[in-house]
């Protein structure tokens, strides 16, 4: 069993929240638009990383990270990539291979929009955490939390962070 935590499109933020919802989890996924390498290092610090670059990550990010990260945990294959689209409507980069080679759950960011949907055509879970630094257009800061336990998918949060003032 696993416990992950999601986030995407910090934009460089760093919210210490983002250490209290995820000290239980046993992986941090990033899925792009990052910002800074300090904000992927104190993500680092909390739990192992995997993450991929966004459209907004320089040249340091790129080195540290990919495109695209596929792998399989507790019997389930994973694509994480930043720009991916949704079902019905993927980005025209990942189109030939999802349908190809589909995953079990695909994790996407950059439209800043949380929303969880299922893809009974490819049998695949799609995961958008929504954004979860300050730039954008969105009006609520979002982190989702999951457990992939021998196969499945169970138990996924979104968090809503509202504004403490």
Same mark, same amino acid.
Not at 8 to 22: L, N, P
Not at 145 to 157: F, N, T
């Given at each position: 069993?696993?416990? *992950?935590? *999601?986030?995407?499109?910090?934009? !460089?933020? %760093? @919210?210490?929240?983002?250490?209290?919802?995820? !000290?239980?989890?046993?992986e941090i996924w990033h899925a792009g638009d990052i910002g800074s390498e300090?904000? $992927?290092?104190? #993500?680092?610090?909390?739990?192992?990383?995997? !993450?991929?670059?966004?459209?907004i990550d320089g040249h340091p990010i790129h080195i540290r990270t990919k495109q695209h990260e596929r792998f399989v945990i507790e019997g389930?294959?994973? %694509? +994480?990539?930043?720009?991916g689209g949704y079902p019905g409507r993927y980005a025209r980069e990942v189109i030939p291979e999802i349908l190809q080679h589909p995953p079990k759950l695909f994790i996407s960011g950059h439209s800043h929009i949380a929303k969880v949907m299922y893809d009974k055509? #490819?049998?695949?879970?799609? +995961?958008?955490p929504g954004a979860a630094g300050l730039y954008g257009f969105h009006k609520v800061r979002t982190l989702v939390?999951?457990? *992939?336990? @021998?196969?499945?998918?169970?138990? $996924?949060?979104i968090i809503e962070l509202a504004d403490t003032k």
């Open positions: 069993m696993k416990r *992950i935590g *999601i986030l995407s499109d910090t934009h !460089a933020h %760093w @919210d210490e929240r983002y250490e209290k919802y995820f !000290a239980e989890c046993d300090e904000v $992927l290092d104190k #993500l680092e610090s909390i739990r192992p990383v995997r !993450a991929v670059y966004g459209n389930v294959s994973v %694509w +994480i990539t930043h720009i055509t #490819l049998d695949c879970l799609h +995961i958008n939390r999951l457990v *992939i336990d @021998d196969g499945e998918m169970r138990d $996924l949060e």
